[in-house]
């Protein structure tokens, strides 16, 4: 076992062990670097890596606020390990639609059994009405697309399925705008999407999981059908 590692596995033991919780700020580096006789540099790594997994946050100076801080972002580390796995071009388009379908779906679906309010629903109703705007740009629509679909996964209240579908935003960004270019009328294509967008969300204003999930199946794996963008 490397030497970060190391600081790395006594850190994890704490957590598990309640002995650090959310807020609470870990040992100085000199204590850990200490207690495990490793170096200074190796536990600067160690805090590193897990400041990129979302679970510390750290801030240099003195004070209170200073050294590595407990906290809990699931979404950072595991976006960041699935938008690395997809720009290494070993995932194809294929599985990226395949897993879409799979978590949104659910994420509907629970969403629409968690019954939302009005207020909750707003955010979503706002990149509707935008999205069906005449005159609306093709980039400002599918950036409009990715955070109505990202806001429908945050109503379903999974933290995973949520960090999972913002890891894949870029992937997903990718083969939707090639598929954009490539539809014969996309005027046409934006207004079926609107369409189908409305009828998701108010399928999830409903509570009626299940009418969201076949729609947010049929939506996916249209456009992916009628788009044809191909692996890449």
């Known amino acids: 076992m490397r030497t970060h590692e190391r600081v790395l596995a006594r850190i994890e033991e704490g957590l598990a062990a309640g002995t650090w919780s959310l807020g609470d700020r870990l040992p ?19 805090i590193r ?25 699931p979404a950072a ?43 909750a629903l707003a955010p979503l109703r706002e990149h509707l009405a935008a999205m069906a705007r005449p005159g609306v740009g093709v980039a400002e629509f599918l950036e409009r697309d990715q ?47 609107c369409a189908e967008h409305e009828g998701i969300v108010d399928a999830v204003a409903r509570h009626d999981g299940e009418e969201a999930a076949r729609l947010a199946r049929e939506h996916i794996e249209g456009f992916y059908r009628e788009a044809g963008p191909g692996e890449r």
């Open 147 to 193: 955070d109505l679909h990202l806001g429908l996964a945050r109503l379903g209240g999974n933290q995973l399925v949520e960090a999972f579908l913002s890891g894949m935003r870029a992937a997903v960004a990718s083969y939707v705008t090639a598929g954009a270019e490539a539809v014969p009328d996309w005027p046409r294509t934006a207004a079926r999407l």
């Open 77 to 119: 580390g595991l976006g960041a390990a699935v938008r690395l796995h997809v720009a290494s071009g070993t995932l194809p388009v294929s599985d990226v639609v395949a897993t879409r379908v799979l978590l949104e779906a659910g994420a509907v679906r629970d969403a629409a059994r968690r019954a939302p309010d009005a207020a």
């Open 28 to 46: 100085a580096e000199r204590a850990l670097a200490e207690e495990l006789g490793v170096s200074r540099p190796s536990v600067r790594e160690a």
């Open 49 to 73: 890596i897990l400041e990129a997994m979302g679970i510390v946050r750290t801030a240099v100076g003195s004070g209170p606020a200073a050294g590595a801080t407990v906290i809990d972002r």
